[in-house]
């Protein structure tokens, strides 16, 4: 089935300091969606991608669909500790519509 | 908008008894939601998918008669945890779609079950 994988699995960073993320897949993907997850709460959507090559931005966060449409890379400029948390990017399942396949997400805790 | 909302958010219950969550679209209709189950520090997985007025589809692995859902309206959907175990302990968290485009998911705050 398909799988998305992500790295680096976890990250401590300084705050101020700019991160980066991806998620690949072995199989290719029309959407690719970013979604942030904080302890005890559901994830919540930050970037949605459509199209291979789109770079889309959301304040400090930016995006990007892999042209070969199998990855997807999330940067974080000037982390701050309301940053931390575990971001997980997503697809939409082959023929499954909706059904999302998420990836093996990203914790990521910033330093003061 | 797009909000999605569920209570509760914390049950504890012993085993052997029902649990019942649901799961709200507050400022927007939904044929179709989805309920997933996350471990602690593991991502999430897909258990079902509940369709309004007809039944739900389960993921391979999920059993229909420990998880029963109902999706009675286009607002809500419940998950009933029958006869529940420790094991079945988890994060219960649905979702929903506006429709507008297709895999863009908004979730609820997501429901924590301790089952002693």
């Known amino acids: 089935g398909q799988q998305l994988n992500q790295s680096p699995q976890s990250m401590f960073i300084q705050e101020g300091e700019d991160v980066s993320m991806n998620c690949t897949s072995s199989?290719?993907?029309?959407?690719w969606l970013w979604y942030k997850q904080e302890p005890g709460e559901g994830p919540v959507l930050l970037i949605a991608l459509y199209k291979a090559g789109e770079l889309t931005s959301n304040g400090r966060l930016t995006a990007q669909f892999g042209i070969t449409r199998k990855d997807s890379f999330l940067n974080i400029s000037a982390s701050i500790p309301s940053d931390v948390g575990i971001y997980f990017c997503a697809g939409p399942r082959a023929g499954g519509g909706n059904k999302l396949t998420f990836g093996t997400g990203t914790q990521l805790k910033v330093e003061l | 908008g797009a909000v999605v909302s569920q209570h509760p958010s914390r049950v504890i219950c012993k085993s052997g008894t029902s649990v019942k969550i649901e799961c709200r679209s507050l400022d927007f209709q939904a044929t179709t939601m989805f309920w997933y189950r996350q471990f602690p520090k593991q991502s999430l997985m897909l258990m079902a998918t509940?369709?309004?007025?007809?039944?739900?589809?389960?993921e391979q692995g999920v059993e229909k008669d420990k998880f029963l859902i109902n999706h009675a309206s286009l607002t809500l959907s419940t998950l009933t945890v029958t006869s529940a175990h420790p094991e079945d302990s988890s994060f219960y968290i649905c979702s929903a779609t506006t429709g507008d485009h297709t895999g863009e998911l908004f979730f609820g705050e997501g429901s924590r079950l301790t089952v002693l």
């Open positions: 509940s369709n309004e007025g007809s039944k739900a589809t389960y």
């Open positions: 199989s290719i993907f029309n959407t």
